[in-house]
């Protein structure tokens, strides 16, 4: 199975930008880069894989950058290097600076790291102009259909965003599909692990193991109030983000929460959202609202597997992937949400797009009262609003 982000990467291996791959740990980026190799390799395209994870390169390279090129092969091309774990080096920012100042007509580096490289704020300044960020998430459903090795779904939903008078024969195993990607979430083992008490503890074992390495990297000090912190938001996803109360709550500095969140978004598990305001200076003062950023993982912390339809935070669920559906198509500084002092409220506003759109979310249809929006509509003609619903479960659902 091949990534829907292999095709933008392939087509960024011939720019002169070094490539660097983000996202949380265990949403595939070392199978990507791999794949990239691989097919490097069947084209003719000259190229190297390194995994900084082997001590003895990391030691080579740390002594210097120019070591590099004792691995290369010999041509007169331009190489790719695929480097898997740059952050292990001691200065990972110089190393693919002064490699890309010197040497880019010689080689183009597609490298990953964890959160630790991101959190660095060497790495922004430094390789301004100098490289393109992807974000690999985790899985959209469309990948799900495909790791879950259901072809005949994944054509279907094709077919029926590709034609807007479309009917399913196959609605029943959608709607059976859909419930399990909103339980257990989209990171690739997770999907493909047949054993559902074994994609829970699988689950587990990301949110205690891979957050702790996290918490380690990010320098972070109270360990247990850290994870109390994420729980919590796990609960309030969607809610807006009071940073002051969450203070109180957990007996910790309004300054410790904010680091904490901060932790969070550069460690890929949550971000932001900003209220929408025709002033500017409003959306970046007033309080945002925060989401995670996968259900399988909001659902783990929450410890609660049962059934999407049977919990009382399924609206709370379906809005925290009905934003995944919304990052997957925008920028995120593109989504955002309205709200009035007055109660007033629309779940995502998205006005500074070619085409602007809102879309106001509902689990149930029926729920969805037309007339409790009528003043955004009067103040805001130009941005037509939509509802999304999950039941009942139909054709309209995937054209989202």
């Known amino acids: 199975m ?24 265990q949403t595939g980026k070392s199978t990507l880069i791999k794949q990239l190799n691989e097919h490097c390799q069947k084209t003719g395209m000259p190229s190297i894989f390194l995994n900084l994870e082997n001590k ?9 950058p120019l070591n590099l090129f004792s691995y290369l092969p010999v041509t007169e091309e331009r190489i790719i290097v695929f480097v898997d774990e740059v ?34 704020d060497s790495f922004k300044d430094s390789l301004a102009g100098r490289k393109k960020i992807f974000w690999l998430q985790t899985c959209s459903f469309d990948e799900y259909l495909q ?64 957050l702790k ?27 807006l983000l009071n940073a002051n109360e969450l203070s109180v709550t957990l007996r910790v500095k309004n300054e410790t929460i904010m680091n904490y969140m901060t932790v969070l978004q550069k460690c890929f598990h949550i971000t932001l959202v900003r209220p929408f305001f025709r002033n500017l200076r409003k959306e970046l003062t007033k309080m945002p ?19 999407i339809a049977f919990r009382i935070d399924k609206g709370l669920i379906w809005e925290t992937l009905a934003y995944k559906l919304l990052y997957e198509k925008h920028n995120l500084d593109d989504i955002l949400f309205w709200r ?22 509902k ?35 995937f054209r989202f």
């Open 87 to 120: 952050q292990y080096l001691q200065d990972p920012s110089n190393f693919l600076k002064l490699l890309y100042d010197e040497h880019a007509d010689k080689i183009k580096i597609v490298a990953t790291g964890s959160s630790a490289f991101y959190l660095d």
């Open 213 to 239: 390495r996290d918490i380690l990297e990010s320098g972070v000090q109270n360990e247990t109030t850290f994870y109390y912190f994420f729980r919590i938001l796990a609960g309030q996803s969607g809610s």
């Open 2 to 25: 091949v990534r829907n982000m292999f095709q933008p990467l392939l087509k960024h291996l011939s720019k002169k930008e070094f490539t660097i791959i983000t996202g949380a740990r």
């Open 147 to 210: 790791l879950r090795n259901l072809p005949d779904l994944l054509d279907d939903v094709v077919r029926i965003r590709a034609n807007a008078n479309a009917k399913s024969l196959y609605m029943d195993m959608l709607r059976q599909e859909w419930g399990a990607y909103m339980l257990y979430g989209g990171y690739p083992a997770i999907i493909t692990d047949p054993d559902n008490q074994e994609k829970i503890e699988r689950l587990a074992e990301i949110r205690d193991s891979y």
């Open 289 to 307: 609202k925060v989401y995670l950023l996968d259900t399988g993982m909001q659902n783990s912390l929450l410890n609660n597997f049962q059934p």
């Open 363 to 397: 689990y149930d249809k029926a729920l969805i009262k037309p007339a409790k929006y009528k003043k955004f509509e009067e103040t805001y003609p130009d941005i037509p609003l939509s509802f999304k619903w999950l039941q009942p479960f139909e054709e309209d659902f």
């Open 56 to 64: 003895d390169i990391l030691t080579h390279l740390n002594e210097s």
């Open 340 to 361: 009035t002092a007055d109660g007033n409220e629309v779940d995502f506003v998205m006005p500074y797009l070619e085409k602007p759109y809102a879309v106001e979310i």
